[in-house]
């Protein structure tokens, strides 16, 4: 064999082994069975750029099926701040723990499967005569006990439905007007384990703020079951009511 011709099928040889080796190193994260090195994947924040998380959803229709701690329960129901202006903390505001006559019916026992309960009270700075708000938050173990307790709850002596219904809070509500001078009116929800009452003096016949505030409740404790920290107030829910009748 002549030196001209082993010089050709050297550079020949060592070509094919240069063109193996980088078919070999390109294909080797595909190859079967190959195991491919971790990539680092950093989640991109749910807010804008500055990474703030995205303001919470109306989302009135999510069940309550969480058993929220007491601590929890408490912080969830609104502060003075958060109802409507002009009120101020009432002198049983945020009562803690609540007992389970709290959640029994106006005129009746305790409701079974009762777990705990958080009261807020609120007081209209500036009023003349009695004007206040009440709110009772209560949970239940199963969603059957809060049913039971929910259907027994409207105080339905002397009262009637508001002329025009307001727009449902949580799973079911009912609003009811006493049909004397008082003007008191009483407003009630039911999301999963949890039902809520509201009573509003002074609100000539008007289900509006008790609307509001219930509804305001129940957002604040799905705003705790997500993992949030409560921030809705009733204002804020009025601005969504006057917003959605536009």
Request: with cysteine; aromatic share 6%; net charge negative.
């Amino acid at each position: 064999m002549t030196r001209s011709h082993m010089t050709r099928s050297h550079v020949t040889l060592t070509a094919a082994l240069m063109a193996c080796l980088a078919l070999s190193a390109c294909s080797t994260d595909h190859a079967p069975g190959a195991t491919a090195t971790p990539t680092s994947v950093t989640a991109k924040p749910s807010g804008g750029a500055k990474g703030e998380p995205q303001p919470f959803k109306d989302d009135s229709d999510v069940p309550l099926t969480e058993q929220f701690r007491q601590s929890d329960l408490t912080r969830a129901v609104p502060d003075a701040g958060d109802i409507l202006p002009g009120y101020y903390p009432g002198s049983l505001h945020k009562s803690m723990p609540g007992e389970a006559d709290d959640c029994a019916p106006r005129k009746g026992p305790a409701s079974p499967g009762w777990q705990r309960s958080v009261s807020g009270d609120y007081d209209y700075q500036g009023s003349t005569i009695s004007r206040g708000i009440d709110v009772d938050v209560c949970q239940f173990d199963t969603v059957a006990h809060a049913k039971a307790a929910y259907a027994l709850w409207p105080d339905r002596e002397e009262t009637a439905p508001p002329s025009e219904a307001p727009t449902p809070v949580g799973e079911e509500s009912l609003f009811l007007v006493h049909t004397g001078s008082s003007g008191i009116v009483w407003g009630y929800t039911r999301s999963g384990t949890v039902i809520a009452r509201v009573e509003v003096e002074d609100a000539a016949g008007d289900p509006t703020d008790a609307r509001h505030v219930l509804a305001a409740t129940i957002k604040r404790l799905q705003q705790v079951q997500a993992g949030r920290p409560p921030t809705a107030t009733a204002v804020e829910i009025a601005d969504l009511d006057r917003a959605r009748r536009r």
